[in-house]
């Protein structure tokens, strides 16, 4: 059963839309982060935050923000959806501690941008 | 800096045969090693890890994993392939310190298939 939730699974939108997808963990992680998806390709890390109102880029660059002024919450916006978004985008988090703790995915949301 | 290649994006085997799924890395720092599976439209689920200690991790569904230094290499492997195996995995790398700490970085994933 997931501790961390994705919303929506699946979404359609118009090109030059505003979108926001949700990512809530109830596991108390200080460590978030988005991955992005496509098929037959590695994930690749967009954003990453290691605690509240702390947020990063990651290694692929990506017209999206993020915010993060709840631990249990990091949402992604994009102010204007393109075809070239379409993608999977999956949420992840980690706890903070000595060592690297594993990642706890979310089940994603496919993001289609007709 | 890190990376990961996984051999091979197709693996078929036979249910009840041997699963080897290949996987490379590099790493300027001591790795912590990690193996996901995904199921369809499903996020990634651990499977196993190396952090440090015995080189021969064991994880769920009967999978295992041996940190081979000198290859640098982390091959996944279970004895027997079921049905339920069907899935793609994936292997992927942090390093303890750097520039790169606690953040992973995943290699491309290799889709298993298992027919009856």
């Known amino acids: 059963e997931a501790d961390i939730y994705q919303t929506p699974r699946y979404l359609v939108i118009g090109t030059g839309k505003k979108i926001t997808l949700e990512c809530s963990q109830t596991?108390?992680?200080?460590?978030m982060y988005w991955y992005q998806q496509d098929p037959g390709m590695e994930l690749h890390l967009i954003h990453y935050?290691?605690?509240?109102?702390?947020?990063e880029k990651g290694d692929l660059s990506s017209e999206s923000t993020v915010s993060r002024i709840r631990t249990e919450h990091f949402p992604l916006t994009l102010e204007s959806a393109r075809p070239s978004h379409t993608s999977q985008y999956l949420c992840?988090?980690?706890?903070?501690?000595?060592?690297?703790?594993?990642?706890?995915f979310g089940n994603g949301t496919r993001l289609t941008v007709t | 800096a890190q990376s990961v290649t996984q051999l091979g994006s197709h693996v078929s085997v036979s249910e009840g045969a041997l699963v080897l799924l290949r996987c490379n890395y590099s790493?300027?720092?001591?790795?912590?090693l990690f193996w996901y599976v995904q199921y369809p439209n499903q996020g990634l689920q651990l499977l196993l890890k190396?952090?440090?200690?015995?080189?021969l991790v064991k994880g769920i569904n009967g999978f295992e994993a041996e940190f081979k230094k000198s290859e640098t290499s982390f091959h996944l492997t279970k004895p027997s392939a079921h049905m339920s195996d069907a899935a793609e995995y994936f292997c992927a790398v942090s390093e303890y310190g750097g520039t790169s700490y606690g953040k992973l970085t995943f290699g491309q994933g290799t889709i298993l298939t298992v027919h009856p």
């Open positions: 596991m108390g992680h200080d460590k």
């Open positions: 790493s300027s720092v001591p790795p912590y």
């Open positions: 992840a988090s980690s706890k903070s501690g000595t060592g690297i703790s594993p990642l706890h």
């Open positions: 935050s290691y605690g509240v109102n702390s947020t």
């Open positions: 190396y952090t440090t200690g015995a080189t």
